[in-house]
């Protein structure tokens, strides 16, 4: 008779994440990245200095998108207003949003997703520290710009100082341009709707949405086209160094389990769960460590206390007494 295939014993899965974990862990995040931004405002001369010099790079090279954009947007107010609506809410709202969505419904690309994210920010918060640069908002009147934020603030709930709510301005650090977040978050939002969206409006909102990002923060003169360039370039180094990072996390958290068991389970009996199979029992057949065998499973000539000894565990109570004297029977 053919031999049949042995079922194919899968991988334990790993530990599935939780909101009160995921939450915490985000806002720790995002805190850090906020302070850390914050705290990194550099020197004001130097900041200029850098916006001053990337605006010649781009008039030299023919890319300086942000003259016509921000002259449009200032003229139209049809145009401007929506634009610093956008500009300071949806980088705060969709990024989010996309996040919970990925965790409720495509739990199985989550992580890899939160860990590119988190990546390429902190990332970006190095350029912020190495780079302090103005937004063109902020140069001399003569460089020809002007700040639509400031220009439309009676219509939002933003001041003159950036996208922050009226007075607290002072809270942000303006001359943290390059790269641009708000360009390689949408760039990250774009990505996640294209791949893992399943109607055609999700797929064009993963196309419009980044696009449209990097023409408002261009009109509303806070980034220059290589701000934007570089917020970019961040999100695709970040999708590269995302694998690693999991990989690191993964041995960081294997090290802990280890050592938290070996410090407190003999000692206080706290049982800390394991992910790999052999730990956990989940799927193997083996003797576990307590000598317990599975449902079902016997041990050859095991002896069986009801039957008496060398009886089989299989065998009934007639069976018991066979090849002793008839009297025993």
């Known amino acids: 008779m053919p031999q049949t295939e042995a079922p194919r014993i899968e991988a334990a899965p790993r530990t599935r994440l939780r909101w009160w974990t995921e939450l915490p862990l985000i806002v720790l995040v995002y805190a850090c990245y906020s302070a850390g931004r914050l705290l990194a405002r550099g020197d004001v001369f130097s900041a200029v200095d850098h916006g001053v010099t990337i605006l010649r790079v781009e008039k030299f090279l023919h890319i300086n998108a942000e003259h016509p954009l921000n002259r449009l947007f200032t003229s139209e107010a049809w145009l401007g207003v929506p634009a610093d609506f956008w500009y300071a809410s949806l980088h705060y709202l969709v990024t989010p949003g996309l996040l919970v969505w990925l965790f409720r419904y495509r739990a199985v690309h989550y992580r890899a997703a939160r860990t590119w994210l988190m990546t390429s920010t902190f990332m970006g918060l190095i350029g912020f520290t190495l780079l302090p640069t103005c937004p063109p908002r902020l140069l001399s009147a003569g460089h020809g710009f002007v700040d639509t934020m400031a220009q439309y603030s009676s219509y939002g709930w933003w001041g003159g100082e950036a996208s922050a709510p009226r ?19 949408a760039l990250w939002c774009g990505v996640v709707l294209w791949r893992y969206g399943r109607t055609p409006a999700a797929k064009a909102a993963g196309v419009v949405y980044p696009l449209f990002t990097t023409i408002v923060v261009m009109g509303t003169a806070n980034h220059y086209f290589l701000d934007a360039v570089a917020g970019a370039a961040v999100m695709g180094v970040g999708l590269l160094l995302a694998p690693l990072v999991m990989r690191c996390a993964d041995r960081v958290r294997a090290w802990f389990e280890a050592w938290f068991r070996e410090r407190f389970q003999g000692r206080f009996g706290v049982r800390v769960p ?3 199979a052999a730990s956990s029992g989940a799927g193997s057949s083996i003797v576990s460590a307590g000598c317990q ?18 009886a089989e565990p299989g065998a009934s109570p007639t069976d018991a007494g066979e090849g002793t004297p008839a ?3």
């Open 327 to 329: 009297a025993a029977r």
């Open 293 to 310: 065998t599975s449902t079902g499973e016997r041990i050859p000539r095991q002896r069986d206390a009801r039957f008496g000894p060398g």
């Open 274 to 276: 394991s992910g790999s």
């Open 167 to 185: 007075g607290l301005g002072g809270m942000t650090n303006q001359y943290a341009a390059m790269p641009s977040l708000h360009v390689g978050w």
